[in-house]
C-alpha cells in the first residue's frame, strides 16, 4: 500500500516538475517531438523507468504526441511513486 | 492521397481482419497481454510495422493492455492502409 499523498504534498511536489499539470487523481503530461521514430524512442526509454520503478504509465501516442498520466491505483491517487516517476521521464527527456 | 473505401469495401475487408471492430471513421482493437513487458514487447513490434509502412496507430497502453486504433486521416476514413496494418500486427501477434 502506497501512501496518498494531501493536496498540500502534491502542491509542493508539482512545484518540482514544471510541465506536468494536476487532473484529478493523477498528474499529466504531453511530450511532442519530431516525428513518429522520436515519439517511439521516448517511449521505450519511459517503458524501461517505468518497469525500473514498477510503477506505470497510462499513456497514449498519436505519431509524434506522447500523452502520460501518472496515478497510483493502489493508493487511491497521487504518491510519491508518481512524482518519483515524472521526474525520471524528464530527466531521461 | 489514400481512397477512402465505402462502407461495403470496409465490410468486406473487416471479415478479414478478426478481433477489429469498426467504430466510426476507424478500426478499434484491444490486446491483453500478461504483464507490462508483453504488452510493451508487443507496442515496440507494432511502431517497427507502422513505420516500416509508414502509417501509424493511434494507441493506448494502461500496464497489460494495449488498445490500438486505426484510421486514415488523410483519407478521412478508413483506407486499405488500415487493414493492412491491422493484418499485418495480428500475423506478428
Known amino acids: ?22 487532473n484529478g487523481d493523477g498528474i499529466d503530461r504531453q511530450y511532442k517531438f519530431g516525428d513518429f521514430t522520436h515519439a517511439f524512442a521516448f517511449m521505450t526509454r519511459v517503458a524501461l ?8 504509465p497510462e499513456w497514449s501516442n498519436v505519431w509524434n504526441k506522447v500523452d ?3 496515478t497510483t491505483h493502489d493508493a487511491g491517487g497521487l504518491s510519491k511513486k508518481d512524482f518519483s516517476l515524472a521526474r525520471a521521464i524528464d530527466a531521461d527527456e
Chains 1, 2 share one sequence.
Open 1 to 22: 500500500m502506497t501512501a496518498k499523498l494531501s493536496d498540500a504534498e502534491i502542491e509542493t511536489a508539482l512545484a518540482g516538475v514544471p510541465g506536468w499539470t494536476r
Open 49 to 56: 523507468l517505468a518497469e525500473k520503478a514498477d510503477h506505470h
Open 68 to 70: 502520460v498520466r501518472l
